[in-house]
């Protein structure tokens, strides 16, 4: 397709005339910063030609002339801050069109219905969002011409005038069937043919070099100079980006209104079913990752499997939860990650940036950094953090009893009765308040997470939960003593329960009534109801266990 695709729609029109709107305040910081220099050619002009003449228009001329001269010098550097600036690149896994035939040929025929221009390119991101990308800028074909995708992939420089990039959220190609995906891209590769119209491309590179020079602006600045040219540039930037964002605003909802018109045409039915299957996916990806990659994260593991992992979590709450019951039904057909040539490496590539994006781990994989499948996922990360967890508990209970400066006392041994009885009938939050010190203690003592200069500036941080507290880790601690004393006394093993994590199986069943229990304990300090629960699993508190 070389055609624009824009057609009549209303959407589009609109995206349009926003588009000139953001144009417009361009053109009027570019006729300000002329303005000076403009009334400085008039008055040497009129000196020339004898039309003025005295000292005092000799005074007039030349310091309009310097000040025109030095408003073209402060325009200069804002239009070089705004050029250079490299605008915010999303962190994704790229798949060349070798790793993924059918996917290329899906899209273009895609594209080929809608009659809008192919995406340039195809990346996946960890994430259950589908948009397309900008990435001609020449900051970014560089860094493409350079280096290598996390699939070993040689980049390839893109020319300016390249299509957007689709990224596509790489949960959607294990969970939703062929079918489904399409439906679902339907409206974001309609979304290629706004974005060839000229006007809205302008207004789009002009705002995202804005908000790029922004970001450079707030950023650390190394010398003197630099700070002082930032610092005008900053205000400046901010300045004309507030007078074009409301009009940038309405221009993406009106491509938005654009794409999704034309889309109609494309497998309109199905994506109103498909859609179903986007909030699906989203729930069962954030319990994925927050119930059970986080703690294999916390352990120096990363699972390489996450978005296969996803499809057993949906089948998992589809069991579950009467209101998805039918969607495992649709596993029979073929799924979307078949259009891969090598799932297996685009999984775990995107499983590997899953894990630098949302814990801030290494880029790769090392000694301390080492990837875990979900066979070994119970005994590498699960059996590993509990007996970890136990292992602290004992050591601030060893270090609780010591007087400042002397010398420690001889460790008891670490029983669960021993945890029992200093917490029945007393205020845990000293004990809690231990471990959150012990915890941020090993944290700081651990390798530094990536800064921003290793990183570069395409693979910020984004916590999936706020720090624990005292109370929750002192809650996870206790939990952890009694899985390994189950484990060690009663003839329990550690499980994967893919919707919450790490779980305790007794006799191949899930216990999931400890919690309540331990809480109990924690809160009211009544030890009761988890002494039965002990009771019953067959738990013998007094036997020391095995810790890490």
Avoid: N
């Avoid at 325009?75 to 035939?101: F, M």
């Amino acid at each position: 397709m070389s055609g624009s695709g824009m057609g009549g729609e209303a959407g589009a029109r609109s995206a349009r005339s926003r588009a000139l709107a953001v144009l417009r305040v361009r053109s009027r910081a570019l006729a300000f910063a002329l303005l000076p220099a403009a009334v400085a050619v008039v008055l040497l002009v009129a000196d020339v030609q004898g039309r003025i003449d005295g000292r005092g228009w000799d005074t007039v001329r030349w310091a309009v002339t310097g000040a025109a001269a030095v408003v073209l010098l402060a325009a200069a550097a804002v239009t070089a801050v705004i050029v250079r600036a490299r605008p915010a690149l999303s962190p994704t896994v790229e798949l060349a069109e070798s790793s993924a035939p059918d996917l290329y040929r899906l899209v273009k025929d895609l594209a080929d219905r809608l009659d809008v221009p192919v995406p340039s390119a195809i990346a996946l991101t960890p994430d259950c969002d589908s948009w397309l990308e900008d990435r001609t800028h020449p900051a970014h074909s560089v860094r493409a011409r350079l280096g290598q995708g996390p699939l070993g992939i040689p980049g390839v420089r893109r020319r300016t005038d390249a299509a957007p990039v689709l990224v596509i959220g790489s949960p959607f190609l294990w969970w939703m069937r062929v079918g489904e995906l399409r439906a679902i891209l339907a409206p974001v590769v309609a979304g290629t043919g706004p974005s060839a119209q000229p006007d809205i491309a302008s207004a789009r590179r002009f705002v995202r070099g804005l908000d790029a020079a922004v970001a450079v602006t707030s950023g650390p600045r190394a010398g003197r100079g630099a700070r002082l040219v930032l610092g005008f540039v900053g205000p400046v930037a901010r300045l004309l980006l507030r007078g074009c964002r409301a009009h940038a605003a309405e221009m993406e909802r009106g491509v938005a209104a654009a794409a999704s018109e034309r889309a109609q045409t494309v497998d309109y039915g199905l994506r109103i079913v498909a859609q179903e299957q986007v909030g699906l996916a989203y729930a069962g990806w954030d319990r994925l990752l927050t119930r059970v990659a986080l703690p294999a994260w916390r352990m120096g593991r990363w699972p390489s499997r996450l978005d296969a992992g996803v499809v057993s979590a949906l089948t998992e709450l589809s069991r579950r939860d009467r209101l998805a019951e039918g969607f495992a039904s649709r596993l029979g057909e073929r799924p979307a990650c078949d259009l891969l040539e090598e799932p297996g490496a685009a999984d775990e590539a995107a499983s590997l940036l899953a894990a630098r994006l949302f814990h801030g781990g290494p880029a790769e994989p090392g000694p301390d950094w080492s990837p875990v499948d979900w066979q070994h996922y119970p005994e590498e990360v699960v059996d590993r953090k509990w007996r970890a967890e136990a292992a602290r508990l004992h050591r601030v209970l060893d270090g609780m009893g010591t007087r400042p400066g002397a010398e420690p006392a001889a460790a008891a041994a670490p029983t669960l009765a021993r945890v029992l009885d200093h917490l029945a009938g007393q205020d845990g939050e000293v004990l809690a308040a231990a471990i959150a010190a012990a915890v941020a203690s090993e944290e700081a003592a651990g390798p530094p997470l990536p800064s921003a200069d290793v990183w570069g500036d395409s693979v910020p941080l984004f916590p999936l939960q706020p720090p624990r507290t005292g109370r929750e880790l002192l809650a996870d601690h206790v939990t952890a003593m009694v899985c390994c004393a189950a484990v060690d006394t009663a003839g329990a093993a550690p499980g994967l329960d893919w919707l919450d994590g790490p779980a305790l199986l007794v006799d191949g069943e899930r216990k999931g009534d400890l919690g309540s229990r331990v809480l109990a304990l924690l809160e009211e300090g009544d030890a009761e109801p988890l002494r039965r629960w002990l009771v019953g699993v067959g738990v013998r508190a007094e036997k020391p266990v095995r810790l890490v």
